[in-house]
């Protein structure tokens, strides 16, 4: 049974330290994320007033972010992440989906 | 020349009323967003604890956010949207982008 889930942490920051969540989330999901098992995708926003940056990642299933939020390497990321501005980390599911 | 824009809304809400934003952003989206110009697609998330829904649109163009957000009809859905919750909308960027 597939139980997809996504995880979005929505973090505020200084504008003067955007760029710094983002490489620190891109590095985070190029060397430890994208390899753990369930991984399936992420996309990083970043605010046009340079204010929040917003990182969803979808994942196979919760028990895939639980085992990886346990992992040393993955809570570093989020510590460095934490330490760069205020963040709001959750577990959601899609709910609508739409297209033209 | 493309510049594609994502739109965010980021509403806080009471449990209770999680399921009427979910109907609205639903309604809105296929009844009066899905059908202007410049839409790509959207898609809405539900956090587990039921607090926070995020709506996530794609738009080809600022301007074409501009023009909806202008649309009486789609001003009226914000409306709608935001006596539900606390809401915080905005134009992102898409700073990165990753799949296995």
Chains 1, 2 share one sequence.
Do not use: C
Request: a negative charge; aromatic letters at 6%.
């Amino acid at each position: 049974m597939s139980n997809p889930v996504t995880f979005v942490n929505v973090i505020d920051v200084e504008p003067a330290v955007i760029q710094d969540v983002i490489d620190v989330l891109e590095e985070g999901t190029q060397q430890v994320m994208s390899k753990r098992p369930g991984f399936v995708s992420a996309t990083v926003l970043a605010s046009a007033d340079k204010s929040r940056v917003i990182n969803i990642a979808r994942w196979e299933s919760s028990a895939h972010v639980k085992a990886t939020q346990s992992d040393p390497a993955a809570a570093d990321y989020a510590r460095r992440t934490a330490a760069l501005g205020t963040v709001a980390p959750g577990l959601y599911t899609v709910v609508g989906e739409y297209s033209v």
